[in-house]
């Protein structure tokens, strides 16, 4: 059975663009989990996704934003991107309490 | 809210057993985890306990949970260099998202 999917594996942005990172849950997941891994600052809760809805979004301005599918995989958006937004983002499902975590999109912002 | 903190370093002799503690502050976290990072990838899921368990034992893992300290180890057997990584403990909070604490780097010396 295939894991946790990101995509792009790394990403190269300038500051102001905007950013997309995808994600494709473990099949029959419905909830899925952003985190961001910035330098020195640990792993950061971003949004959580269940069902289609937004369920739960952490400490992050409303530039962060995202969507979940029909398909249960997500899209977490970045506008106006900054320099501290350099970072992995980590997608992560959900089933009965173990938490799966994808490989990661690494966002360079220059 | 949960707070989760973790000793930073750890340094052991190959074949030695490892020790990487945590300690969170809500109570009513339900799920604990330890995660395992490799340099430039992603978290790989080792294993997880219920609040309600006292001990867990995987192969050549042991967790060990003290509910009324809010303590939590990650006992590795028998370490091995392949071990090398930084090991995060997480505990899910009643919003059903992570908290992670900042990760132990653990070093195996041959």
């Known amino acids: 059975e295939a894991g946790v999917t990101q995509s792009p594996t790394h990403l190269i942005k300038t500051r102001g663009q905007q950013a997309t990172l995808r994600c494709s849950p473990i099949s029959g997941h419905t909830s899925v989990y952003w985190y961001q891994q910035a330098l020195g600052l640990g792993l950061q809760f971003l949004l959580w996704y269940d069902e289609g809805e937004e369920r739960n979004r952490g400490n992050f301005p409303p530039r962060f934003s995202g969507r979940q599918f029909p398909n249960y995989s997500s899209e977490l958006n970045v506008n106006a991107l900054e320099l501290e937004d350099s970072a992995l983002y980590l997608c992560?499902?959900?089933?009965?309490?173990?938490?799966?975590f994808g490989p990661g999109t690494r966002l360079t912002v220059t | 809210g949960e707070d989760v903190e973790q000793s930073l370093f750890l340094s052991v002799r190959e074949g030695d057993s490892s020790v990487i503690n945590c300690t969170y502050t809500d109570s009513s976290s339900t799920y604990l985890y330890w995660y395992k990072q490799e340099p430039g990838a992603g978290l790989q899921l080792l294993t997880y306990i219920f609040s309600n368990m006292d001990m867990k034992q995987d192969q050549r893992l042991t967790v060990l949970l003290n509910k009324k300290d809010k303590h939590l180890s990650l006992r590795i057997a028998d370490t091995q260099t392949g071990d090398s990584a930084i090991y995060f403990c997480a505990a899910l909070d009643s919003s059903y998202k992570l908290i992670f604490g900042s990760g132990t780097r653990l070093l195996v010396r041959p």
């Open positions: 992560a499902t959900v089933d009965s309490g173990e938490q799966y």
